[in-house]
């Protein structure tokens, strides 16, 4: 397992995270996974001693039980906080009530305060805000990031499922006021969705924020259950919940891909599709999920395959993003352009 850091901030985190959305199978979160205490208990076991330090939970995730199970999980396994890195997120509703949602200070502050009971933490290394809260201003958010952090209650700040352009505007009002910025930015990445590539990730690079790929396997797409002959597998999260969206048709044409390379060293789909994605460049520490043991053995395994350039090139070239403006534009006036330079 190798460590990056996470952003600029001088913090290590594993190459691979461990992201519990299958703990607990609470509410609207049932059709994605129902792991009980002591199968979470020993998925967090079999991270921690293969290298895994970093764990991504949400406050909304089985409403709040997928954060209580993971904070039992470590208090059981005797893990001390200082050798794992926690991150929730605040944003989704919480509430029937009116302000039990969003990203205003009070439901921020009301949401930690929560958050930190159910994980039984004094603090929570990354907090992320979800989602965009569009009747909430920006600096009312920032302004309600930076009282936790100041509180001593949250550690560092990131981000999910923003566009760049607001991403680089939050983080020039804290930077402006003398804030905390956002030092990670968690967003669905896989081979077989690179929209990101577009503008978060050039922002990412440009700003040094971390990319932390949520979804790498497109909701369980890419694990190699799927083909054009199978479009139902009856044991995967995708026969119940089609999520996330991606064109299934250029899907297939990349899961061929994977899998003739998978051949090649003897190992899934999944796993190459993993491997790709945690070498990309942003690129932090890929979020994966499991079911079972099975499963999170095999993702891990993906730390120990290494594309040839020839490999990586063909996936590329399989899964290329369809040119965009401005895009296409840009990269027809570059042309003539370096050979300018001295």
């Not at 998925?43 to 970093?54: Q, S, W, Y």
């Not at 577009?198 to 369980?220: D, K, Y």
């Not at 789909?269 to 079972?292: C, F, M, P, Q």
């Amino acid at each position: 397992m190798k460590y990056k850091q996470l952003g600029k901030t001088g913090v290590l985190v594993s190459e691979l995270c461990l992201g519990t959305m299958t703990f607990g199978g609470k509410g609207y979160w049932k059709a994605i996974g129902q792991l009980p205490e002591e199968e979470v208990t020993q998925l967090i076991k079999t991270a921690v001693d293969h290298g895994i330090n970093f764990f991504d939970t949400a406050n909304a995730y089985s409403e709040g039980l997928s954060e209580i199970l993971l904070g039992k999980a470590l208090k059981n396994l005797g893990i001390s906080h200082q050798a794992a890195f926690i991150a929730t997120k605040v944003r989704l509703r919480m509430g029937e009530g009116p302000n039990q949602v969003g990203l205003s200070k009070l439901h921020i502050q009301d949401s930690v305060d929560d958050s930190l009971v159910r994980l039984g933490l004094s603090h929570i290394d990354m907090l992320y805000i979800h989602g965009v809260d569009p009747i909430t201003s920006l600096e009312e958010t920032m302004r309600g990031l930076e009282d936790v952090v100041r509180a001593g209650k949250v550690r560092y700040l990131g981000v999910s499922n923003h566009p760049a352009w607001m991403v680089v505007k939050a983080n020039s009002i804290a930077s402006g006021l003398g804030w905390s910025k956002f030092v990670a930015s968690q967003n669905f990445y896989s081979i077989a969705s690179r929209d990101i590539e577009r503008e978060i990730v050039p922002m990412a690079l440009s700003e040094g924020i971390s990319i932390m790929p949520w979804s790498p396997l497109a909701g369980g797409f890419l694990s190699g259950k799927y083909t054009r002959d199978i479009k139902t597998t009856g044991n995967s999260r995708r026969d119940e919940f089609d999520f996330p969206p991606i064109n299934k048709e250029k899907a297939f044409d990349i899961i061929d891909v994977l899998t003739k390379i998978g051949n090649r060293y003897n190992v899934s789909a999944a796993r190459v599709a993993l491997s790709w994605t945690k070498d990309k460049a942003g690129v932090g520490s890929v979020i994966i999920g499991a079911k079972n043991q099975e499963q999170l053995l095999d993702n891990i395994a993906c730390t120990q395959l290494k594309l040839t350039q020839d490999e990586i090139n063909e996936l590329d070239s399989v899964s290329a993003l369809t040119p965009e403006y401005p895009g296409w534009m840009v990269d027809r006036q570059l042309t003539g352009r370096f050979p300018e330079i001295k």
